[in-house]
């Protein structure tokens, strides 16, 4: 089984940074995409960074220049740097990735994180 646990939200004023952090563990062979998402109330829950087992980067068009994506293979951690927010980045953030077990032959499976607040004020 795998444990994805989530750590930095809180509030923050407008024009404010925080950096969420999301580490896995569990007999882990190896990890493959990992990435955040993020739900507001009363709203859908929407995609807003991946990155890959090679490094490639994805964002939404609304965080796009201000939020950055990393992982450290190391530690099975992703962060999520987030500068300039703004109050329309409020809501939970969720993390998850592609877990491969055991070996290389165990075939990979997504897990979910519990989330963690974000709040920005105005």
């Known amino acids: 089984q795998v444990q994805l646990v989530e750590s930095g939200g809180g509030l923050v004023q407008v024009g404010g940074s925080l950096r969420l952090s999301c580490a896995a563990s569990g007999s882990i062979f190896s990890i493959n995409d990992m990435g955040w998402f993020r739900q507001a109330p009363g709203k859908q829950r929407e995609l807003v960074a991946t990155?890959?087992?090679?490094?490639?980067?994805n964002y939404a068009d609304s965080v796009k220049g201000r939020f950055t994506i990393s992982r450290d293979h190391a530690k099975n951690t992703v962060y999520l740097e987030m500068n300039s927010l703004k109050p329309e980045d409020t809501g939970v953030y969720y993390c998850?990735?592609?877990?491969?077990?055991?070996?290389?032959?165990?075939?990979?499976?997504?897990?979910w994180g519990q989330g963690t607040q974000v709040t920005v004020s105005s």
């Open positions: 998850n990735a592609d877990v491969r077990l055991y070996h290389r032959y165990y075939p990979s499976r997504v897990y």
């Open positions: 990155i890959t087992s090679g490094g490639s980067t």
